[in-house]
């Protein structure tokens, strides 16, 4: 359940300064991302204007106005045969998880992706010691597709990660 005070909403140019501040603690401070560098306010513009020409959805979660968290749809896989099939990114402001927004998030994230005519969503999680994003993905009908072992190296330390999947329509 999403607060009150919030709001999922496609995200905008102005959005993606605090776009880049939340992924940037997420680069720096943790494995959940296999960035180590954290991409800039112009890179976030061009992974917007992409999606967005797509049709694919970028979401913000915006309390009382300020970004808490964001949430994209991207492609799976650059091969053109893949093109039905997207991977999500969800992101919370470490002052803000816990509180309903990653659900928020991953709730419309699937009815626009949708909406977008994709047929299936997966989720590409690295295991940083926290089950939460797979017990997310597991509430809204994921289900486990494997483990990936020792794929990324990042602070010192080899991650593993779990694919994770769910059907969005039957054609």
Known sequence: MVPPQALIRPAVPADLKAVAEINAH????????????????????RKLADLTARGLPFLVADVSGEVAGYAHAGPWRP???????VEDTIYLSPEHTG???????????VTRSIEA???RMIAVIADAGDDRSIALHRRFGFTEAG???????????????????RALAVV
């Open 117 to 119: 005519g994709m047929r």
């Open 147 to 165: 483990r990936l072992t020792e794929v990324g190296y990042k602070h010192g330390r080899w991650i593993d990660t779990t694919l994770m999947q």
């Open 26 to 45: 997420y680069v720096t401070n943790t494995v959940i991302t296999f960035e180590e560098t954290p991409p800039t306010v112009d890179d976030w513009h």
């Open 79 to 85: 091969k053109p045969a893949y093109r039905n099939t």
């Open 99 to 109: 509180r309903g927004l990653g659900g928020g998030l991953l709730a419309e994230l």
